[in-house]
């Protein structure tokens, strides 16, 4: 296990150092949400009721330390729906920039996670952040298209 976060947290630095050679700075959503899209994919951005297939890690900078939360490498990909949200600091806010093969990387400050969204778990303390890394895999049309991935997904498994 320890093994294990020793190379997720390997390959979310290496996610994090190419988006940061890659363009530049990161770009913030209306609310403020940071973001920074590494753009290897193909095809059209995914629209409105489309669904991403996507791999992610999520860690916690604490100070100096990092902490891997979660993680789906080592489960199955999870779906999100692309939807129109407005500004809620919400890392679905930049599903609709996105490809089938890009990468992004989200920072999310634990002081505009509280204001926007309440209370935050004891462990968190102002000044953290919260760092998602999202692989998408694939963009599927429906509902129906999902159901049929994730039952493939099951069989390989």
């Not at 190379?7 to 994090?16: E, R, S």
């Not at 890394?133 to 298209?145: G, M, N, P, Y």
Request: aromatic share 6%.
């Amino acid at each position: 296990m320890k093994k294990t976060t020793s190379v997720l947290l390997m390959l979310l630095a290496i996610v994090v150092v190419a988006a940061c050679s890659k363009g530049g700075a990161f770009k913030r959503t209306k609310s403020g949400l940071m973001y920074k899209i590494i753009s290897s994919g193909t095809g059209a951005t995914a629209k409105r009721g489309e669904i991403l297939k996507v791999n992610f890690t999520q860690t916690l900078t604490s100070g100096s330390k990092d902490s891997l939360l979660t993680s789906s490498y080592e489960g199955l990909p999870t779906y999100a729906q692309v939807d129109s949200v407005g500004p809620v600091y919400n890392p679905a806010e930049i599903f609709d920039k996105l490809k089938k093969g890009d990468s992004a990387v989200i920072v999310m400050l634990a002081d505009s996670l509280q204001k926007n969204q309440g209370q935050l778990p004891p462990f968190v303390k102002k000044g953290d952040k919260f760092t998602l890394a999202i692989k998408v895999l694939d963009i599927f049309k429906s509902e129906e298209d999902v159901r049929k991935d994730q039952t493939a997904q099951m069989e390989t498994k």
